[in-house]
């Protein structure tokens, strides 16, 4: 298999080992050093030392001077020779004549080697190559009466030395041994966790996958928000920053790293409120709406653990502000349907009832049944316009009288109801407001004992927008208004949380209080900012 295609801990295997090779090598080839160095040494000190104490030594003063020192001298440097183990101890004349010498054929032949320094007082120490091979010797005066009367001369060959060296041999290649097998074995469980971790694949695979998986982030159209152990938001793709309205630097990437955006820090976006409840909870969630600002998303959250231990959590994000938006003009329509049906079928009964009184010939009364629904009917129209001339509260205010009717409630517009079609105040937010608190309290009402009766009052003054919504229901709970609570068993509401969602936005405030009969009073503030 080609090297760049090894596995990464495959490649840290390997250079972990050829590495600690090297240094070990290294280090054993400077210890060999050291030891030769220090080996030579000391056999230069000792051949120093024996060859003064035998230059000193009367028995060599005195032989030296004598017609035959070979017969005194040899044995005795034989003798100090066996016992110190050096390789030989040589006592001439001042001019070269050997009296002793281990190979006693060279007795009395010159000497070979350095002896002008030792003719002159000095000692000479040196390697050089004699009748038995290379040694380090040394050649040191023997004097009488401050006059040099002989030299010796003491050395130990180089063979002696390396084998020696070679004795010490396994206090250095025991520990270089040890070495090498525990950076061995250290090196395999190192790379065999980081397969473990890496699952085999080479760096060319790495960074194949590391592209695809940040073009995917990139271009998949779900925001994604990844968060570590604790809580710390680590990643968040441009889908993500783009539903949550995240400030701070945009991602941007650079030649030396294309994939910058994946590791932009995001200690410095601010995120919504939700879901940083929803990231520190920790728990996995499966399509639950959550808000963000003007939006409602729809989040699934899992949470990572490796080997029993939780490591993270995953966020995905949909936006569905329209499709919420859609359902719930869906709904509207739909109550309207629901409504103009039941008043078809009602004006039909009317209808037949006016005609069979006519053939009957009580046209005063028929006359009089036929134009009391239309006066009620056009009396609440003229109410709500003439209160409300913004057109679209009015149309919804209208809509959510048909859908009371039809449900049995009562819906009652006050009549100091007073907002026109001038006020700064976006439509959107008034009916957001205005029709989600007439929903919850329609909700609230139905299924219960009469009466069952929703009171709405809209009006601008001093600056303000104040929307009140009262009704006979079984009144709110605390938390009303978080994401999630519904009067409806089951439902995952939104509706109230979006009625907090413009309070906050526009700056304004909610008040919740029971109503005088029982039920809930709901008044919403919003300032007017022209």
Known sequence: ?????????????????????????????????????????????????????VAHS??????????????????????????TNTNFIVVMAPDRTRFTHTTTSLIGKPFIGTIQPALEGGTVVETSVGTLGESVRTVVPVERDGRVIALVSVGITTRALNQKLLSRTPAVAVPTALALLIAAAGSWLLSRRLRRQTHGLGPAEMTRMYEYHDAVLHSVREGLVVADRTGRVTLVNDEGRRLLGLTGAPPVATPDAPAASLDTPVESLVMPSEIGELLASKTPVADAPVLAGDRVLVANQRVIRSEGQTVGTVLTLRDHTELRTLTGELDSVRGLTEALRAQAHEAANRLHTVLTMVELGRTEEALQLATAELAVAQQLTDQVVGAVSEPALAALLLGKSAQAAERGVQLVIDPSSRLTDSTPLPSRDL???VGNLVDNALEAVTGTGPPREVTVLVVEAGGEVLVRVGDTGPGLPDGAFKRGWSTKTGDRGLGLALVKQVADRHGGRIDVTAGPGGGAVVTVILPVRV
């Open 58 to 83: 009367p028995t060599v003063i005195n032989a030296v001077t004598e017609a035959n020192p070979s017969s005194i001298l040899q044995p005795y440097t034989e003798s100090v020779r066996h016992a």
């Open 1 to 53: 298999m080609p090297i760049k295609r090894w596995s990464i801990a495959r490649q840290l295997f390997v250079l972990q080992v050829l590495v600690v090779t090297v240094l070990v090598a290294i280090g054993t080839a400077g210890a060999v050093l050291l030891a030769r160095d220090d080996t030579e040494q000391a056999a230069v000190d000792q051949v120093v030392g024996i060859a003064q104490a």
């Open 431 to 433: 009916i957001t407001v």
